[in-house]
């Protein structure tokens, strides 16, 4: 071009999702960017700074990605900027402490795509995550963005959009797994109008944020999903309910939606077409239950959020009474991907039954954390061992518990078991909406079931007795259980509490409550007899049923366990066997972590 | 159409409710949150019963499950027998205080319970007939307040409810006699709210709360002057219905006079 040289640019992407903004990643990029400004022209280098949304991986946040080198950098603090800057923007030089640390492989990589944690990974719904400026619709418009929208309304007709989904073989992401084109034509069938599109952004999960994450970093790909499913079933008005805590995924939604419009992608006769769709954000009302379709519905209409006998399905009468469509976030996202790319592309990924990737957010005792997306059908273990790189410390694997609260936990096992809607259903867990919290050999499982009901009798919208009453009395046993008061016939009378409640329960909630209780007592029979008849805690967790001892065949005498107690309860000479005085010993479990020589052991209730 | 409960055939409407089939012909099927008054609760949970419908077999509430096609149900199964008597226990835990769930647990041969820690005082079963019924009638002065086992029924802030007129609808529909009414003096006292009685006008029994009356008259119109308790209301209309009577007894006699002298 004229004989010139043309400019190589240098993109610089920085995590503005919600985990890494509490670590001040709006100050790096905006100290970024006004570096950038103050740049001389003429410079070999052009730096396009980009805030996207959050990439997954909080933990190791702030990130900053720089492209086209794909250089990955991780808790990148604001004093790193000025060096940042100077290497690696202008001169492409990677900073070695930077890079993100590969817990697989204990290497650091230069790209991220390089790690074993990302390798193993299949991004559909998570596509554009980190890699574009959410508040841009440009740039998801160049990642081929509304290309689907597009061969929806003009090449297709609403009922081949309708086969195509049903033929792509999706299931719903936000727990029952309930196969979207199946209700898509539900609704499509229903004579009766108007009809609405709704998204369900509530995420109730504690700890999950796969849907949070694609509203924060991938608006476009719910908001042309949720128009192409209006355009199939006839709907003329959509929400999109977002969890109320979400105000950075309220803020990227409804600036997205404000883009839509203005580019005629909603509104009236989108794009030419003669199609009409409204969009609007809706924000949640705060309670776990909220997430439930009834009630989601009944806090759209402006009603409390409690569930409602519902023999009548939505997709004949939902919101108002009228036809409507409920997806989750995820479900909606995938959509444009199935039309653009097609039927026989995505149903070749995942397993008969279960077609395409599912996000999950993997947490606990891994060595890597953060989100994932793989494709249906990989093994427990390809993704705690391979992707999560093992357990973290020197625990070992005991469980794993899938589908949020009220998921179940799977023993190693089921290691093999692949993941899908069928095979955890199977197990006793559930797919939900993706959460997988990994559990070592210190978690003691009858604590967790205790720890799960508490969540549920607090988040039970108390409306049906099977579940406000049911749950608090399995509570009431399992905190007996956990403090030595166990009883007997209590296993039998948690079974049996638990199928009333399953069955007999109003809504979701209270059906798959029961669950940590039944998969624990399926899996690990062993530590509840140990809680109820030897009143003995094996994972030492349950303070009132446990007790430390000192081995002296292990002791080296170093003291270290008696120098960190903060009780003063350990006692001894340098050199010698130390010992620990159970009238003054918290069970605080200190010496234990301390001890090198894994000389404190776990012992039953002291006997004092 | 036609429906087997019990392995015997009945005919239904479609769309109607297996309760009321099966009250319809004898069966009976025990209910608490129940009401024809305010439909639509489903909460107890104490009604269900078992479904048989296109080869799957599901639990549902016989209150509310609609027939819509060929099904056969179970109402007293063993399974729906065993789930049923737990409800029962669960609901014994929660209000021992009630009559009516006494009656129920010893139909239902529960013992005492010995496991879970009662309040033996507690009557309230959080049915939430009494809320949906206020509401109903446009008051809305109480409402259930928390969720999960802390929930419970009580008017804003826990403090006399000001939208309360004191009609006592939500003591009437109350299954389990949890909500206290006291009259005395000339007073009413319900959910600690104190109310002053009106006078029937004509026997001058007391029997509404200026409020009721209030409500009444901004509603429908009724003044004062006809203020008349319900046993003297009837008394009243029969009274009407026989001056009614006589009148036309009157005019028919005329009548006869008159053809008689055109005759
Ligand atoms: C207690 C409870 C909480 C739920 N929370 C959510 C949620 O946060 N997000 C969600 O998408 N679905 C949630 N669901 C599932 C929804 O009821 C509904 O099945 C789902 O949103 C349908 O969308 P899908 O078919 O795309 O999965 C919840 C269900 C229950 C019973
Ligand atoms: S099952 Fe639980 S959450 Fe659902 S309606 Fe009943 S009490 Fe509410
Ligand atoms: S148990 Fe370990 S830390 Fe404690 S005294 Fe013995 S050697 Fe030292
Ligand atoms: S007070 Fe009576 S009517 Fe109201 S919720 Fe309790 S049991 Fe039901
Ligand atoms: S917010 Fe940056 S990785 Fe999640
Ligand atoms: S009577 Fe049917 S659920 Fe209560």
């Not at chain 1, 050999?441 to 919208?461: G, I």
């Not at chain 2, 013992?111 to 820690?117: D, L, M, S």
Request: a positive charge.
């Amino acid at each position: 071009m004229n004989g010139m040289v043309q400019v190589p640019r240098r993109t610089v992407l920085v995590c503005c999702g919600t985990g890494c903004l509490a670590n001040n990643s709006m100050e790096i990029y905006k100290k970024l960017k006004d570096k950038a400004a103050e740049l001389e022209s003429g410079f070999p280098v052009i730096p396009v700074l980009k805030a996207t949304g959050c990439n997954g991986l909080c933990e190791r946040g702030p990130i900053v990605q720089v492209l086209p080198d794909d250089i990955f950098y991780c808790k990148v603090s604001v004093s790193d900027v000025d060096e940042i800057f100077e290497r690696t923007i202008l001169k492409g030089d990677v900073i070695e402490r930077l890079l993100y640390l590969d817990a697989s492989s204990g290497k650091r990589v230069r790209s991220f795509k390089e790690s074993e944690f990302y390798k193993k990974q299949f991004k559909i719904a998570l596509r554009n995550i980190g890699q574009i400026d959410p508040s841009c619709i440009d740039d998801y418009i160049e990642r081929g963005g509304y290309e689907a929208l597009k061969k929806a309304l003009f090449e297709m007709s609403p009922e081949q959009v309708i086969s195509e989904i049903e033929r792509s073989g999706l299931r719903g992401r936000g727990g029952a797994g309930f196969p979207t084109g199946y209700k898509w034509r539900q609704c499509s069938k229903t004579n009766d109008f108007p009809k609405y599109v709704v998204c369900n952004g509530d995420e109730g999960d504690p700890g999950a944020f796969m849907d949070r994450s694609i509203m924060e970093g991938d608006p476009h790909s719910v908001i042309e999903g949720m128009i192409i499913g209006a355009y199939a079933v006839g709907a003329e008005k959509g929400f999109i309910y977002i969890r109320d805590e979400y105000s950075l995924a309220v803020r990227n939604v409804s600036k997205a939606i404000e883009d839509a419009y203005i580019r005629g992608y909603l509104g009236r006769d989108i794009i030419g077409s003669g199609f009409s769709l409204d969009i609007e954000v809706v924000r949640g009302g705060g309670a776990f239950v909220c997430g439930e379709s009834t009630a989601l519905m009944a806090s759209i209409e402006g009603r409390v959020g409690e569930p409602r006998v519902k023999y009548i399905r939505s997709t004949e009468k939902g919101l108002w009474g009228k036809p409507t469509v409920l997806n989750n976030v995820e479900t909606w996202a995938n959509v444009p991907v199935i039309i653009t790319r097609g039927v026989e592309w995505f149903s070749s990924i995942g397993t008969e039954k279960s077609k395409g990737t599912k996000v999950f957010s993997l947490v606990g005792k891994v060595k890597n954390t953060g989100l994932i997306e793989v494709p249906m059908g990989m093994t427990l273990r390809e993704i705690i061992f391979g992707i999560g790189g093992g357990i973290a410390g020197s625990g070992k694997f005991k469980a794993v518990q899938t589908g949020g609260p009220s998921g179940g936990c799977i023993p190693e096992a089921l290691l093999d078991l692949p993941v899908d809607f069928d095979s955890l259903s199977d197990a006793g867990s559930m797919m939900g909406s993706g959460g997988m919290i990994v559990m070592d050999d210190r978690t003691c499982m009858v604590e967790v079931a205790r720890y799960y009901l508490k969540f549920l009798s607090e988040e039970s919208c108390g409306k049906c007795t099977p579940c406000r009453e049911g749950i608090r009395r399995m509570l009431e046993v399992l905190e007996d259980i956990c403090a030595g008061e166990g009883r007997e016939e209590d296993i039998e009378l948690l079974l049996e509490l638990s199928e009333t409640v399953k069955e007999a329960s109003l809504c979701g909630l209270g059906k798959t409550a029961p669950n940590p209780v039944l998969t624990t007592i399926k899996y690990f029979e062993s530590e509840y007899l140990a809680h109820i008849k030897e009143k003995r805690c094996p994972a030492g967790v349950c303070k009132k049923l446990t007790s430390y001892r000192i081995n002296a065949d292990l002791c080296r005498g170093c003291g270290l366990c008696a120098k960190r107690c903060p009780a003063g309860a350990i006692s001894g000479k340098q050199g010698k066997i130390y010992e620990i005085d159970q009238g003054i010993c918290t069970v605080c479990g200190t010496c234990r972590e301390v001890c090198r020589f894994g000389a404190v052991e776990v012992a039953g209730r002291a006997t004092e | 159409m036609k429906v087997i409960i019990d392995d015997k055939e009945f005919e239904a409407e479609y769309g109607e409710y297996i309760l009321d089939v099966a009250r319809r012909n004898g069966i009976h099927i025990p209910t608490l949150c129940h009401s024809d008054a305010v439909p639509g609760q489903g909460s107890c949970r104490l009604c269900i019963v078992e479904v048989y419908e296109r080869g799957k077999n599901k639990v549902v509430v016989s209150c509310l499950y609609p027939i819509t096609g060929e099904i056969k149900v179970y109402t007293n199964s063993e399974k729906i027998h065993r789930m049923r008597r737990n409800i029962i226990r669960l609901l014994a835990a929660r209000a021992p205080g009630s009559e009516y769930i006494k009656k129920l647990k010893e139909e239902y041969g529960i013992p005492e319970e010995t496991r879970f820690k009662v309040d033996e005082k507690e009557k309230c079963v959080l049915c939430g007939l009494c809320v949906k019924a206020c509401e109903k009638l446009g008051s809305m002065a109480i409402s259930t307040v928390n969720r999960g086992a802390t929930k419970k029924v009580a008017p804003p802030f826990e403090e006399p409810p000001v939208d309360c007129i004191g009609c006592t609808s939500c003591a009437h529909v109350c299954p389990t006699g949890a909500i206290e009414v006291r009259e005395y003096e000339g007073k009413r006292v319900i959910w600690n709210r104190t109310f002053e009685l009106l006078k029937c006008t004509s026997c001058g029994r007391y029997f509404i709360t200026r409020e009721q009356y209030e409500y009444m008259k901004n509603r429908h119109g009724i003044d004062m002057k006809e203020l008349l308790c319900d046993r003297c209301r009837q008394k009243s209309t029969a009274e009407k219905l026989v001056s009614l009577y006589k009148k036309l007894l009157v005019k028919k006699t005329l009548f006869q006079c008159y053809r008689l002298q055109k005759d």
